[in-house]
């Protein structure tokens, strides 16, 4: 156990150093603490045992910050933003082909700005046209703009380029002229050239969509895979059969030690087959994932030629820590990240739920007939159930989606994974030397190829086959694994005897579980847009894929609170965006109480009122507090919240603190027009924009020209007083809509599938 303390303790310095951000002197001081405490208690194991965790702690805080870049005035990053520019530099890395661009590792060494040229440092991303030619090792002179990567709504791709080292995107404009050729390293000049070989083989034997699945699997060439290919097997939890993993490199370890042994000494074998394990690591782009199966491979191969035990959990975490020591920023690559999760649930899980099972089947058969049933569903079944006890969460948090057809594919498909790397693997091979040989043995590996993306089709296209759910806050994550951990730890047959004793313990756990599951299905995302108006004014919307957004308050505070709570996970405390569309206090009640007691990553509100209330100080206050980026509300500010769904500021009036804010899902818009007075009516008919909105919240009083213009089918009327009611003029404007008051129906829910429209 000590080798995983002291790589628990070396991945949580990396944490510590990366949250908190303090000089690399600290890190060095604090290591005088255990250095000394090891001479003390050099004799006391349990000290030593301490001493050493705290030790490798600092070693991983000092790791951190030796390896964060130095960007000063000398970098390419310095220049990003700064206009197109002439670049020169080498590309280092393979090329990336897509549909329309070839990405490229473009190491540049100069650039060329208002006629200087200025020697710089930096690896950036170069988008190059597809056809551009470029290869490893080849010198381009380049024009195009460096810009600092983009960040998403649920991705950084800053972070995730920053982790291999690149803090610069450039976009080739026009041509990209290829000053020389092979100026790289001579070995990976080889290895790329052999892996474009291999591509263009399996190009060559394959149709497609099976070529890019097979180039994903053997080479790690994933770019040409088929969106709704790729959109599948994401579905189905069966992305990781394209990923390169530990099946592969057992295979490749496996191969290369049957013929090492029969060429050389055994003494000689093992050599050969790490010396392969690595080459083969590089061929295929040394991801995490790869790098990780590696080198528990090769310690697998050293245990072996040694005579001794092979401790996979130890070999997991020494892994790991060789990892994190060469780059600490992998830590926080995802890829890793399930690959390591993946591999801990097999060790831990694969042989207690094969256990289960055979007990299970015992009941009803004899002993060994139930060793065989289960040993037939150890390669599919229960080897996917153990890694996705680890790993369903961490999908969850990452990617929103909650597969329920992912444990029946992988049965189906998992049986035929070795004859789609080992046939693959042949075809591959045999037809870069004799391609008529190699093209017979591509028909057989196509039939594997082609029944895993016709099953991995079929059942991702089930209703319910996976749902988007919502935010999975860290917290829950965290509480997650410390429970599934912490239980393991306990022991799995000591757990269900104290269990066996407590039936009320038992069933409290199964009523929390019950009821979390209950609350998952009710609030997590549906693919629709939804719009809930509550009595007082509250506008409540979430996107498809789960992106709230408030509208105004209302004087109920408790009752945005309880809207909120009713369809939010329970352990949800983030509202993506705020909207004030005016600054009276009927509107601030219910947007002070969620801005205490929520998480707003931003508010769009408009200019301050002339006689600030105390109300609106409060508002002011908090949002200082909490430190909430806030974007002025201003004619023309668009925010996109959610693919094909904006908030829109149509009319803004500083002078009256009020605004006049858009919806729009996909071709249907919402127009939030409560504030707009007769004159701001008048104004926005005059600017001559399109104001046509499928629902109008409409204003107290309306101007028949702008209920023309806007023509809703659905007219909205907040009742924010008891005896609030719509005028006689106001009902015959808008004669045309279908009218919903919030005083009749208390909540009013807008759902948006599609064009269509349904009201709940």
């Known amino acids: 156990m000590t080798l995983i303390y002291l790589a628990l303790a070396f991945a949580a310095g990396i944490i510590f150093a990366a949250q908190f951000n303090l000089p690399l002197i600290v890190f060095a001081w604090w290591l005088i603490l255990p250095l000394g405490a090891l001479v003390i208690w050099r004799r006391d194991p349990g000290m030593r045992r301490a001493q050493f965790c705290l030790l490798f702690f600092l070693l991983g805080a000092i790791r951190y910050d030796l390896a964060l870049p130095q960007l000063d005035e000398n970098s390419l990053a310095a220049h990003n933003g700064r206009g197109a520019m002439l670049l020169v530099g080498a590309v280092v890395g393979y090329p990336d082909v897509r549909d329309r661009t070839t990405n490229l590792r473009f190491d540049v060494t100069r650039v060329r700005i208002e006629g200087v040229w200025r020697e710089v440092s930096g690896v950036a991303l170069l988008q190059a046209p597809r056809e551009t030619g470029a290869r490893y090792g080849d010198q381009l002179q380049v024009f195009g703009e460096p810009q600092t990567p983009p960040e998403f709504e649920d991705f950084s791709y800053r972070e995730y380029l920053a982790r291999q080292d690149i803090h610069s995107i450039v976009r080739a404009y026009g041509a990209v002229k290829i000053l020389a050729h092979d100026q790289g390293n001579p070995f990976f000049a080889a290895l790329y050239a052999l892996r474009e070989r291999a591509l263009a083989t399996i190009h060559a034997l394959f149709p497609e969509p099976a070529a890019s699945l097979l180039?994903?699997?053997?080479?790690?060439?994933?770019?040409?895979?088929?969106?709704?290919?790729?959109?599948?097997?994401?579905?189905?939890?069966?992305?990781?059969?394209v990923a390169i993993s530990g099946f592969n490199i057992a295979i490749i370890a496996g191969l290369l030690s049957a013929l090492a042994r029969r060429v050389v000494s055994a003494h000689r074998a093992t050599l050969v087959v790490i010396l392969g394990l690595i080459a083969y690591t590089l061929l295929v782009g040394a991801s995490a994932s790869v790098v990780r199966a590696a080198i528990m491979g090769s310690l697998g191969v050293l245990a072996l030629h040694y005579h001794r035990q092979n401790d996979a959990l130890n070999a997991l975490f020494v892994a790991a820590l060789l990892m994190l020591a060469l780059n600490p920023?992998?830590?926080?690559?995802?890829?890793?990240q399930l690959s390591f999760l993946a591999t801990l649930g097999l060790i831990l899980y694969v042989t207690p739920i094969s256990a289960a099972f055979e007990s299970f089947f015992a009941?009803?058969?004899?002993?060994?007939?139930?060793k065989q049933i289960v040993g037939a569903l150890n390669d599919s079944f229960i080897v996917t159930l153990a890694a996705q006890i680890t790993t369903t969460p961490l999908i969850v948090f990452a990617f929103h989606r909650l597969s329920f057809v992912g444990l029946l594919t992988n049965l189906i498909i998992l049986p035929a994974q070795p004859a789609v790397m080992i046939w693959g693997g042949l075809a591959t091979i045999l037809g870069m030397i004799v391609p008529p040989v190699g093209q017979v043995i591509a028909w057989i590996a196509w039939a594997f190829l082609a029944f895993s993306i016709a099953v991995v089709q079929f059942t991702a296209s089930l209703p319910f086959g996976s749902i988007e759910v919502g935010r999975l806050g860290l917290p829950i994550l965290a509480a997650y694994y410390i429970v599934l951990f912490g239980l393991t730890r306990v022991g799995w047959e000591t757990l269900r005897a104290r269990l066996a004793l407590r039936p009320a313990l038992a069933l409290g756990i199964a009523l929390v579980v019950g009821v979390w599951a209950w609350n998952l299905a009710l609030t997590a995302p549906d693919g629709k847009t939804h719009v809930v108006f509550l009595d007082g004014g509250t506008t409540i919307a979430q996107s498809p894929r789960g992106a709230r957004v408030v509208i105004d308050g209302g004087a109920s505070p408790s009752a945005a609170l309880s809207a909120l709570g009713q369809r939010m996970p329970f352990w949800d405390r983030t509202i993506d965006l705020l909207v004030l569309t005016d600054a009276d206090d009927d509107r601030l009640s219910a947007l002070i109480a969620l801005l205490e007691r929520y998480d707003i990553r931003q508010i769009v509100q408009v200019a301050a009122p002339a006689k600030p209330t105390a109300a609106y100080f409060k508002w002011r206050d908090l949002i200082a507090s909490k430190r909430v980026p806030v974007t002025q509300a201003e004619v023309g500010l668009e925010i996109a919240v959610d693919r094909d769904w904006r908030l829109e500021i149509v009319f803004a009036r500083a002078e009256t603190s009020s605004a006049i804010a858009r919806v729009r899902v996909g071709n249907l818009a919402f127009l939030f027009a409560e504030s707009a007075s007769a004159d701001d009516q008048t104004a926005l008919l005059k600017a001559g924009d399109d104001l046509s909105s499928l629902v109008l919240i409409a204003p107290r009083k309306i101007t028949n020209d702008f209920a023309d213009a806007v023509a809703p089918q659905f007219a909205i009327f907040f009742a924010r007083t008891a005896r609030d009611q719509p005028s006689p003029d106001w009902l015959a404007a808008l004669a045309r809509a279908t009218i919903l008051q919030t005083r009749e129906r208390k909540v009013i829910e807008l759902i948006v599938e599609g064009n269509s429209l349904i009201v709940r």
Do not use: K, M, Q
């Open 329 to 336: 920023f992998t830590l926080y690559d995802l890829g890793f």
């Open 215 to 241: 180039a994903g699997i053997l080479l790690g060439v994933e770019s040409g895979i088929p969106r709704d290919v790729r959109d599948a097997f994401s579905a189905t939890n069966t992305a990781h059969i």
């Open 363 to 370: 009941r009803f058969t004899s002993s060994d007939r139930a």
